[in-house]
């Protein structure tokens, strides 16, 4: 296959989302149930201190990994995204086994996103039967992406802008608590870090679990890199938009955990449950019930509505835009890279699209155990997709200098490198070893557990290798690195 063709965007994809689209995408992407629901358990299992340190450490890593896609997603803007520059910069099957793996990550959590709505929306509706949501979410869903990708980018600045008041709201109303202008947190304050054994409550083992909840919570922030190939301007939308995680990730998680932290005290019993089934239990509905409203209940539910709806639209987008590369570039049948006259590739949502409703109707009529082993894969891909940025962009950067080219001719150039991409895949490859290192510990190992947790792994290098072995691929050297000129 002739390299160069796969340097320039293919021609059918339209580039209508602007650079606000982008920035609610990347920010929106990162703000969801781990924030909204699972943000208490990360305070009673870690202290207040704990939480707010592996909240910082891990929005570091993922502001490193951020700068790294920008100036990958910048320079080469396809909607391929870190599949391709796998592929061009690692291995071709590095690339692939990337390109799968994150297709197969976003359409299992399109289906997790459906149970999480009907749990949701029978707080409303009790007797109405959960899979009647779930359908008409699933549809509502595929509508928006059926249409063009402006009807995919406004919705989800829409349903991230709701998210985004949500959080800046919560904020606002939590510091005129503290500092004693609103009523009803007449014990909030840093006592809260001084009771029991905070603020760093079980120690560095409690720091690396609660890393796990935090680093899922943060996933989606990658999909600049797949908005990039339908982006107006990415050579100044994308710069604009990683600049801005930054600021956003610092205010939006790393105050919302401070703010929580100083008004419930991490002992608090409601903190630790996470069932998004009881949706009281949300640290931001506990703030709000503490400061008189009465109704924040109902209010976060809409908010929690509207943040898993979006995290199913975003899953669809980029399940969708992944699978229809992988065709363009050969790597899947290529019915799946046809597009419609609105430059929609509609063969790869309707194969996504089955693909999540299979996987939603193994949680409802099938075994449980399988909708897990899905579950816990699909989590696994997200870590495996950030440890693949990490890899790309060490390699482009270092090939790209090695070739003699000028930094200066970058749109965009991440000023951390080379410390940025090592930290972050130091960082990440600790995370994604040490998600159940609880099971190597017991006097027995928990082999069940184990496999349950690591079995993304072998996935990832058994598509890795068949590719490999199929193919004939090899490392791509320094030297034959192919970078795209400005004029293609």
């Known amino acids: 296959m002739d390299h160069d063709t796969k340097t320039t965007q293919p ?18 992407g990162s703000i969801g149930t781990g924030l909204f629901v699972a943000s208490g358990a990360t305070i009673s299992q870690a202290g207040p201190g704990g939480a707010l340190l592996s909240y910082a450490l891990i929005g570091l890593m ?49 289906a997790v996103d459906l149970v999480a709505s009907q749990l949701v929306m029978t707080w409303w509706f009790p007797d109405t039967p959960g899979w009647i949501w779930s359908a008409l979410f699933l549809g509502l ?66 720091m690396i679990g609660v890393a796990m909840i935090v680093g899922f919570s943060f996933q989606g922030t990658e999909l600049i890199g797949i908005a990039a190939g339908e ?31 100083l008004i419930i005290p991490y002992t608090d019993p409601s903190l630790l449950r996470t069932d998004i ?3 009281s239990v949300s640290p931001f509905t506990l703030v709000f019930q503490h400061a008189g409203l009465l109704s924040a209940a109902a209010v976060m539910n809409a908010v929690i509505l509207t943040a898993v709806l979006s995290a199913g639209n975003s899953g669809m987008y980029a399940s969708t835009r992944m699978l229809y590369t992988l065709a363009s570039e050969g790597k899947a049948p290529r019915i799946f890279a046809r597009l419609s006259k609105g430059g929609v590739p509609r063969n790869a949502l309707y194969a996504t699209t089955v693909v999540a409703g299979l996987c939603f109707l193994t ?14 894969t699909s989590g696994m891909t997200g870590f495996i997709a950030w440890l693949g940025i990490a890899i790309s962009h060490y390699r482009f950067r270092k090939g790209y200098m090695m070739q003699g080219h000028d930094l200066s001719e970058l749109p965009y150039r991440s000023g951390f490198f080379p410390f940025g991409p090592i930290f972050a895949f130091v960082l990440c ?23 349950a947790t690591y079995v993304g792994i072998p996935l990832f290098l058994l598509i890795w290798l068949g590719f490999r072995l199929t193919r004939k691929s090899r490392f791509v050297k320094y030297s034959e690195m192919k970078f795209p000129t400005s004029d293609q």
Do not use: C
């Not at 040490?434 to 510990?441: S, T, V």
């Open 429 to 451: 490859l600790m995370i994604t070893l040490g998600q159940n290192y609880q099971a190597f510990l017991a006097d027995r190992i928990d082999w069940y557990g184990v496999t």
């Open 363 to 376: 949680s409802m009529f099938g075994n449980q155990t399988v909708y897990l082993w899905l579950l816990n």
């Open 62 to 110: 993922v502001y490193f990994l951020m700068t790294s896609l920008g100036e990958l997603a910048a320079f080469m803007p396809v909607s391929g995204s870190f599949s391709t520059y796998g592929s061009k910069y690692v291995e071709e099957g590095f690339g692939f086994a990337l390109g799968w793996n994150y297709w197969y990550n976003w359409a299992v959590t399109i």
């Open 11 to 28: 021609p059918g994809l339209r580039r209508e989302l602007k650079a606000r689209h982008l920035t609610m995408i990347a920010i929106g």
């Open 277 to 279: 089934k009881d949706i």
């Open 141 to 206: 869903i595929f509508l928006l992406n059926y249409i063009s990708v402006k009807g995919f980018g406004e919705a989800e600045y829409w349903f991230s802008l709701i998210k985004v008041v949500t959080v800046v709201v919560f904020i606002v109303v939590g510091v005129m608590m503290i500092v004693g202008i609103l009523r009803g947190a007449e014990s909030a304050g840093w006592q809260n870090w001084q009771i029991g054994d905070a603020p760093f409550s079980g120690g560095f083992s409690a």
């Open 231 to 261: 982006s107006k301007d990415p050579a100044k939308s994308i710069p604009r938009a990683v600049r801005q995680v930054f600021w956003r990730i610092l205010l939006f998680y790393v105050f919302a955990i401070l703010v929580i932290s």
